[in-house]
Antibody, heavy 129, light 109 residues
Framework: QVQLQESGPGLVKPSQTLSLTCTVS??????????WSWIRQPPGKGLEWIGY???????YYNPSLKSRVTISVDTSKNQFSLKLSSVTAADTAVYYC?????????????????????WGQGTTVTVSS | QSVLTQPPSVSGAPGQRVTISCTGS?????????VHWYQQLPGTAPKLLIY???NRPSGVPDRFSGSKSGTSASLAITGLQAEDEADYYC?????????FGGGTKLTVL
């Protein structure tokens, strides 16, 4: 069964860039049946979707974070990564990577989504000097 | 301020039925996008509970059910059990943007 594992520094200084990697095991990141997302959860708060990447490299970011976010994929390592620049204390959160299942139909590319069915355990990132 | 609105908390006694609402708008749920529900037990990652408005992944008890109408969706839990105490989140789409509700804390009395 597919498993996701986040990795990266647990402490980042203000104004620096947060970098995390999600390693996919038990399945291929190159399948066209999935979007690969990053989601975060500040302490005591709800979930915020950051963005996704498709195996082809196409991305979509939350407009609220778009100017600071880059998500990339390394199919040879079965990994995808998150970079968030110019971090502040407001970026302190548990960061999750997740797989979202999708079926894309026909030339019109009609998409049917099946939810984020596999999640990593999450990694805590604290922004502090 | 979340795009989807959920009640902050609900509660019920063991064996009872509770519902959690998720209210969106014409640009997300009302535009025809599906709603998914997640359960987050304390200290753990969210788990997909309902997908496509009303479908249960394998292994999810049939005590959990979902529905959608207009610009809203609901999660119902029947036969409430102590282990159901958790945070519940709805999620939908606004074009390519994935949007979550603010979450609802379920307390089993």
């Amino acid at each position: 069964q597919v498993q996701l594992q986040e990795s990266g520094p647990g402490l980042v200084k203000p104004s620096q860039t947060l970098s995390l990697t999600c390693t996919v095991s038990g399945g291929s990141i190159s399948s066209g049946d999935y979007y690969w997302s990053w989601i975060r959860q500040p302490p005591g708060k709800g979930l915020e979707w950051i963005g996704y990447i498709y195996y082809s490299g196409s991305t979509y970011y939350n407009p609220s974070l778009k100017s600071r976010v880059t998500i990339s994929v390394d199919t040879s390592k079965n990994q995808f990564s998150l970079k968030l620049s110019s971090v502040t204390a407001a970026d302190t959160a548990v960061y999750y990577c997740a797989r979202e299942s999708v079926t894309i139909f026909g030339v019109a590319h009609i998409k049917v989504y099946y939810g984020m069915d596999v999640w990593g355990q999450g990694t805590t990132v604290t922004v502090s000097s | 301020q979340s795009v989807l609105t959920q009640p902050p908390s609900v509660s019920g006694a063991p064996g009872q039925r509770v519902t959690i609402s998720c209210t969106g708008s014409s640009s997300n749920i009302g535009a025809g996008y599906d709603v998914h529900w997640y359960q987050q037990l304390p200290g753990t990652a969210p788990k997909l509970l309902i997908y496509g408005n009303s479908n249960r992944p394998s292994g999810v008890p049939d005590r959990f059910s979902g529905s959608k109408s207009g610009t809203s969706a609901s999660l119902a839990i029947t036969g409430l059990q102590a282990e159901d105490e958790a945070d519940y989140y709805c999620q939908s789409y606004d074009s390519s943007l994935r949007v979550f509700g603010g979450g609802t804390k379920l307390t089993v009395l």
